[in-house]
């Protein structure tokens, strides 16, 4: 008996897994700092191979300069189906971990519950997503299906807001009808909803002083700074969805010298734009206890919240049908508290699915891993929907 189109895909990405995860590795082992512009535009290129020796020279490519954040890359094939619809592939290249810590890492085995796992800096989020992005499309090529015209866009800035690669994620996808973005999944589950992020940078400015002749003269920038933080903490509100969290803190000039001014970054997660309204308004109200003292809020939100909306419906729904295709029993799907590029394409009102990558877990964590006996599947499904959506998707 012949084996189904979506069996013969399943098992084509079985017998190639070895290589997908030779590809993975290979993208780890290069280190892509957010912050080290050298490493990125080496990344980058190193990505760019990859993708033209499993699938060709593009019929068309861009690199857009970053500055101080890593280049956008993006790189088209041309569909095979009569009026080939056009589907976005979207993954970052970067990662929160700081060149040189790849010498340092441990690299289990085996995890607690007896899987095989690989772990290294990147690969849970999100260089496997990259990896098998690229076999997507190898594979569903070589099924013999018609395709949709493929764009894949590659951005070195996510980690730290997507700075200067917004506006092309944007264009990319307004000129797509299907964003796929390669990000890891939810335990297997495609993520549908992301809170909204926000990244706010808060400067306290004093009075200097020399600490031990005349302290009585300064006014501390740090400790009122302590002060804000603390209260900024108290603005969380878990059960709605609402978390705040200072990761970065900068001040003062010596330990003998009062400090006369001082930073702090604060990382704010929301599930809806009444939250974000709270969260102004909460920030703004704040008083430390020095009147000398000069507080100043920079309110950069960064991401909307991501969900479900209704150009994105009919997409789930599709990967579920093309998931039972390939005999899973179910295609869960999840509301997550981080934030992606997706945010940005879902506050579009376009259809986008996010989480289509890796299965592993510890995203920003030291041990981050992925499950390289799921690999296939998710290449496989990402493959499948790339046959299906030869025409664009009508909800």
Known sequence: MTA?????LTARAQEVSSEIVTDILTLVRHETSSYDL??????????????VHRLGRPDHEQRYPGGECGDTLTLTYTGTGTGAGHVALVGHYDTVWPTGTLAGWEHPEASDDGRDKLSGPGIFDMKTGLAQGIWALKLARESGAPLPTVTFLFNGDEEIGSLSSRPVIEEVAQKADVTLVLEPSAHGAVKTARKGSGIFRVTATGVAAH????????????????????????VAAPERGTTVNTGLIKGGSATNVVAGQATASVDIRVSSEAEQARVDTEFDAIKVSDPRIRIEIDHAWNRPPMTLNAASAPLLDLAREVARGQGRDDLPDAAVGGASDANFVAALGLPVLCGMGAVGDGAHARGEFIYPGTVPAQTALVAGLLGRLAQPLRG
């Open 38 to 51: 050298a490493g990125l535009a080496a990344g980058l290129d190193l990505l760019r191979e990859l993708a």
């Open 211 to 234: 600490a031990g002749l005349a302290p009585e003269d300064g006014a501390s920038a740090i400790t009122a700074l302590s002060e804000f933080v603390v209260a900024a903490a108290a």
């Open 4 to 8: 189904s189109p979506a069996a013969a």
